[in-house]
């Protein structure tokens, strides 16, 4: 597993599976921006899109793309004083981890998810994301999918002693 850096400030970086020839940031929003793969998805689970009174798989395509397209700029947004803070939030909502808490990032109303965990005060290395249709993470493979990436990687970085930022940069630096 490798852990790219996303920004020059060392803010973001996101995982790089052994399998991948990307990150997941990257992956992700190239997946968001491609009208046939999110057609597929759309048509997949349909059934999921009531709460979101859509009206065709086209209208959710455009949603999408636009919501995509909001949320790379909000996370690559290289302005010194941008804060990732106010993009990711605990993943749970009832409980909180003393380091390398999972977080979830999204705007308000979009069914678009990052997946991270948060090193230290503004800063997250992405492992993954969804488009998340439904009340919980558990009810739909593709989401509980991410469950488990998120808690690998977790797990990686534990196993090899970080649990915090300074930890982390060593790792990065060795």
Not at 102 to 128: C, Q, V
Not at 138 to 153: A, D, F, G
């Amino acid at each position: 597993m490798n852990i790219d850096k996303i920004t020059d400030d060392g803010r973001l970086w996101a995982v790089r599976y052994p399998d991948q020839e990307c990150d997941e940031l990257t992956r992700l929003f190239d997946e968001w921006s491609e009208p046939v793969t999110l057609h597929a998805f759309f048509k997949a689970n349909w059934d999921d899109m009531a709460y979101f009174n859509m009206t065709s798989i086209t209208e959710a395509i455009d949603k999408t793309i636009d919501e995509r397209n909001v949320l790379e700029k909000m996370v690559l947004d290289i302005n010194p004083d941008a804060d990732l803070d106010t993009l990711f939030r605990n993943l749970s909502n009832y409980s909180h981890e003393l380091c390398l808490e999972k977080s979830k990032g999204k705007i308000n109303k979009s069914w678009l998810r990052l997946y991270a965990i948060k090193l230290a005060s503004g800063i997250y290395i992405i492992t993954g994301g969804a488009i998340k249709l439904t009340a919980t993470m558990e009810e739909r493979e593709h989401t509980s999918n991410e469950l488990v990436k998120i808690e690998k990687v977790r797990n990686f970085l534990l196993k090899n002693g970080i649990v915090d930022e300074d930890g982390f940069f060593e790792y990065i630096n060795e």
